[in-house]
């Protein structure tokens, strides 16, 4: 069984991100292979900076890494430094019909909310397709906004097939995420960055207590009164991080009364920092040896292309591509 997950470097990673896309992708590489791509040509349709775009490439392979991902069990790399996805991705857009990509609602959102809509970004199903099937894939992680693009990936796959011939292509399945609806932003919000209401997996011990303490919303319920426990920002982002009898305590203190909001925030903040104190530590070794995330990019591309090829062979033959 081999997993393909792709992840934009958008900028700073947060809780959201990591419980809908990172730690099920670190638990896929235990199940199956694994390959896992930094998706820098699709955030190049929402991104027009090219310092920021590197910066964003390299931070996310870090964090990755921090998190979890063992480049000796999967394949870490750059969409970029595979080429042949841009081949692919021409190709799959000769047998694509505009009304596919025309029902496709990822582009009305993002023109929604004032991007150019360019060409790329209308034609972003199409390379999403080819990042799947240049590499053979069997199952691709995504959430529910993403799967209808595994529909068109399927589509195209299957025009390949009934055109030139029924073997060129799988035809992959979606494992559909259920979690990243239920990781609230600090404001009860889903966690977004456009909502400015995200908790950062990374960074400094006291501004992120600071955060916590500040920005999770709560009611004016005084500190002797219980608590309400539906609807709580604070129980839900504590659940996501704390043990079974640990949030368990935490609910019946809310309902005894006689514990502030302020107490229940500290709790919070201790089990968030808690959870990832294995990840930070890792992330300070990588960042100390910058050689390590050079390796395993260039390692990943090197592996990821020698998948490519394969596909690439057996297409290019099947449509005309060699005449020899």
């Given at each position: 069984m081999r997993f393909l997950t792709g992840l934009q470097p958008s900028g700073q990673l947060h809780i959201g991100n990591y419980f809908g896309a990172i730690k099920p992708a670190v638990e896929l590489q235990e199940k199956g292979e694994a390959f896992y791509f930094?998706?820098?040509y699709h955030a190049m349709t929402t991104m027009e900076s090219a310092a920021k775009l590197k910066e964003n490439t390299i931070s996310l392979a870090v964090d990755f890494l921090a998190c979890g991902l063992d480049p000796k069990k999967a394949v870490l790399f750059s969409q970029s430094a595979v080429p042949e996805v841009n081949?692919?991705?021409?190709?799959?857009?000769?047998?694509c019909p505009m009304g596919?990509?025309?029902?496709?609602?990822?582009?009305k959102d993002k023109v929604a909310k004032g991007f150019s809509p360019s060409h790329a970004l209308f034609a972003y199903p199409a390379l999403m397709a080819a990042d799947i099937l240049l590499y053979n894939s069997d199952a691709v992680p995504v959430g529910k906004d993403q799967k209808q693009h595994l529909e068109v990936t399927r589509d195209l796959a299957a025009k390949i097939n009934d055109t030139f011939g029924a073997d060129i292509f799988k035809l992959p399945e979606a494992i559909i995420?259920?979690?990243?609806?239920v990781v609230p932003g600090l404001d009860g919000?889903?966690?977004?960055k456009s909502y400015g209401n995200t908790l950062p997996i990374f960074g400094e011990e006291k501004p992120l207590r600071k955060l916590i303490n500040k920005k999770i919303v709560t009611d004016a319920t005084p500190l002797e009164a219980p608590k309400p426990t539906e609807g709580s920002i604070i129980l839900a982002i504590y659940k996501l991080f704390a043990?079974?009898?640990?949030?368990k305590a935490m609910i019946e203190a809310h309902q005894r009364g006689g514990v502030g909001y302020g107490?229940?925030?500290?709790?919070?903040?201790?089990a968030y920092w808690e959870y990832f104190r294995a990840a930070r530590e890792k992330r300070e070794w990588i960042l100390a040896n910058p050689d390590y995330?050079?390796?395993?990019?260039?390692?990943?591309?090197?592996?990821?292309?020698?998948?490519?090829?394969k596909t690439m062979s057996r297409l290019r033959e099947a449509v005309g591509l060699i005449w020899h």
């Open positions: 930094i998706a820098n081949e692919l991705a021409w190709i799959l857009s000769t047998v596919l990509l025309e029902r496709c609602h990822s582009y995420s259920e979690v990243t609806a919000q889903k966690m977004s043990s079974e009898e640990q949030y107490q229940f925030k500290k709790d919070v903040f201790e995330v050079t390796t395993v990019l260039t390692d990943g591309a090197n592996r990821a292309r020698e998948e490519a090829a």
